[in-house]
């Protein structure tokens, strides 16, 4: 097997049981459910903050090889920020347990742990800025804070997973509420 593969294994168990045990999780049972050994689990996972850091790595690394793939180059601006923002939550609408893990339990981490976070999430919203920045440039967006509308878009996305409960509730699917948050962000961009 792969050591992609393994480190994908050890991701998937390590946020199930962590999702469940919260920093009571241990190794020795994130290597039972990843059906690899204590060894070659501390390998990818040194420390319990680390959990922390591969799961974010691990969506950040998502999104970004979707957005990479699915934006085609000779795209516009309004194109290209619709593909990103479609990416984009349905790495989250895929992940929800993993979104709302890492909002629950990145306060745990130690300060180098919470840097990496911070890190990761400025690489994601720095996708949405570029694009945005593109738009402005080529006159298809108005003049704005393309840093803060990057940021509101990605929060805008992290709603699906926070707020499950009520979309459940009043019966919106995710592909309805991507159709309407991807309208939501054109119409605050466009000119």
Request: aromatic content about 6%; glycine content about 4%; charged content about 30%.
């Given at each position: 097997?792969?050591?992609?593969?393994?480190?994908?294994?050890?991701?998937e168990a390590a946020s199930e049981i962590y999702e469940r045990k919260g920093r009571q999780a241990t190794v020795e049972e994130i290597a039972a459910a990843a059906g690899?050994?204590?060894?070659?689990?501390?390998?990818?996972?040194?420390?319990?903050?680390?959990?922390?850091?591969?799961?974010?790595?691990?969506?950040?690394?998502?999104?970004?090889?979707?957005?990479?793939?699915?934006?085609?180059?000779?795209?516009?601006?309004?194109?290209?920020?619709?593909?990103?923002?479609?990416?984009?939550?349905?790495?989250?609408?895929?992940?929800?347990?993993?979104?709302?893990?890492?909002?629950?339990?990145?306060?745990?981490?130690?300060?180098?742990?919470?840097?990496?976070?911070?890190?990761?999430?400025?690489?994601?919203?720095?996708?949405?800025?570029?694009?945005?920045?593109?738009?402005?440039?080529?006159?298809?967006?108005?003049?704005?804070?393309?840093?803060?509308?990057?940021?509101?878009?990605?929060?805008?996305?992290?709603?699906?997973?926070?707020?499950?409960?009520?979309?459940?509730?009043?019966?919106?699917?995710?592909?309805?509420?991507?159709?309407?948050?991807?309208?939501?962000?054109?119409?605050?961009?466009?000119?």
């Amino acid at each position: 097997m792969a050591d992609n593969d393994i480190r994908l294994k050890i991701i998937e168990a390590a946020s199930e049981i962590y999702e469940r045990k919260g920093r009571q999780a241990t190794v020795e049972e994130i290597a039972a459910a990843a059906g690899v050994s204590v060894p070659v689990t501390t390998h990818h996972l040194r420390k319990p903050s680390d959990i922390m850091l591969v799961i974010m790595e691990h969506l950040q690394a998502k999104f970004a090889e979707g957005v990479s793939a699915n934006t085609a180059a000779d795209a516009t601006p309004e194109q290209k920020l619709r593909q990103a923002v479609a990416q984009f939550y349905t790495v989250v609408d895929q992940q929800r347990a993993k979104v709302l893990l890492v909002y629950r339990e990145s306060r745990t981490l130690d300060a180098a742990g919470r840097k990496r976070i911070m890190q990761l999430e400025l690489e994601c919203v720095e996708v949405f800025r570029r694009i945005l920045e593109e738009g402005v440039a080529q006159g298809a967006f108005r003049t704005m804070d393309t840093g803060l509308v990057a940021y509101d878009i990605v929060i805008m996305g992290h709603m699906w997973s926070l707020k499950s409960w009520h979309f459940k509730k009043i019966g919106r699917r995710f592909d309805d509420f991507l159709a309407r948050q991807q309208e939501a962000v054109v119409a605050m961009v466009k000119r």
